[in-house]
């Protein structure tokens, strides 16, 4: 097989194609960083190319996005890691008024690897939901995920909620996502920002051990 079919199936929202053609590539020993960062990821940039240069409309997204989801059902499996004390609690979400998942799914995907217990709140997440699930642990580091400049507020929402609550001090506010930058990051008052959901990982286990 060739590896970068499994680009093609994403770009052409290939479902079926996408999820067999992972799963031959695993058989054959790549590992699933390889194929998320090289195929899987460079296809929803250029999907959202195409979308940009309105070759592609919300149907045609919608179909490489399930293509990529039916390509991660086989990599996400194989990222978890068992057993074991977790270094960390993550608590991660889209926020509110934005559905998309796929990167936020990622990173959840690759903190669970890293040994983080991750509780997943799904898209379209109100700040107050982040509150009452931070509460649950000290040091939990809570994980936003924004696709859209209109949705970016909404960290800062999530933030000043956190205060509000008293919970700012015994929290790690992670922000992420295409249009988030470390300048927001900085200014909204976010402990950290990434490019990506490796460097994430990394990022996180930092501020955990501090
Ligand atoms: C797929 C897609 C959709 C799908 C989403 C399906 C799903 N289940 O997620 C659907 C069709 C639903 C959709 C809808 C819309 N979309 Co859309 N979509 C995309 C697209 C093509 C790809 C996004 C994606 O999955 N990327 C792949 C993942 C892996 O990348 P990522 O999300 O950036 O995540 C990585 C990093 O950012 C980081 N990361 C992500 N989250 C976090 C969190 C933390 C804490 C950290 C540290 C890191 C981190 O790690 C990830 C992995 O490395 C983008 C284009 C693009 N290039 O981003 C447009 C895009 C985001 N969409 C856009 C738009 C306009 C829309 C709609 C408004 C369209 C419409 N007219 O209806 C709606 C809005 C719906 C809503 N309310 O949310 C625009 C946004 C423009 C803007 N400036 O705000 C974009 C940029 C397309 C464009 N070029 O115009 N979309």
Redesign the pocket.
């Known amino acids: 097989m060739e590896l970068q079919d499994i680009f093609t199936a994403i770009v052409e929202g290939e479902d079926d194609d996408a999820e067999e053609l992972v799963q031959e590539a695993i058989d054959e020993g790549v590992s699933p960083g390889e194929i998320i960062?090289k195929y899987?990821?460079p296809a929803?940039?250029e999907?959202?190319?195409l979308?940009?240069e309105e070759e592609?409309f919300?149907p045609e997204?919608?179909m490489?996005?399930n293509a990529?989801?039916a390509a991660l059902s086989i990599v996400q499996p194989l990222l978890k890691q068992s057993g074991g004390e977790p270094v960390g609690y993550v608590v991660?979400g889209?926020v509110k008024?934005?559905?998309?998942?796929?990167?936020?799914n990622?990173?959840a995907s690759l903190m669970e690897g890293g040994g983080f217990e991750v509780n997943d709140l799904g898209?379209?997440v109100a700040p107050e939901r982040f509150v009452e699930e931070a509460k649950k642990h000290d040091k939990t580091v809570v994980?936003?995920?924004?696709?859209?400049?209109?949705?970016m507020p909404q960290m800062k929402a999530t933030i000043e909620a956190l205060k509000e609550a008293g919970l700012r001090d015994k929290t790690i506010v992670?922000?992420?996502?295409?249009?988030?930058t470390q300048q927001f990051a900085d200014e909204i008052g976010a402990d950290?920002?990434?490019?990506?959901?490796?460097?994430?990982v990394q990022?996180?286990k930092e501020l955990v051990a501090k």
């Not at 994980?143 to 949705?151: D, G, H, Q």
């Not at 950290?192 to 994430?200: D, I, K, Q, V, W």
Request: aromatic share 6%; net charge negative; proline share 2%.
């Open positions: 960062n899987m990821i929803m940039d999907v959202g190319r979308f940009e592609y919300v997204l919608l490489s996005a990529m989801k991660i889209t008024g934005d559905l998309h998942d796929i990167g936020k990622l990173v898209v379209d994980c936003l995920s924004a696709l859209l400049t209109t949705t992670m922000v992420g996502g295409a249009p988030v950290a920002y990434t490019l990506n959901a490796s460097s994430a990022k996180a």
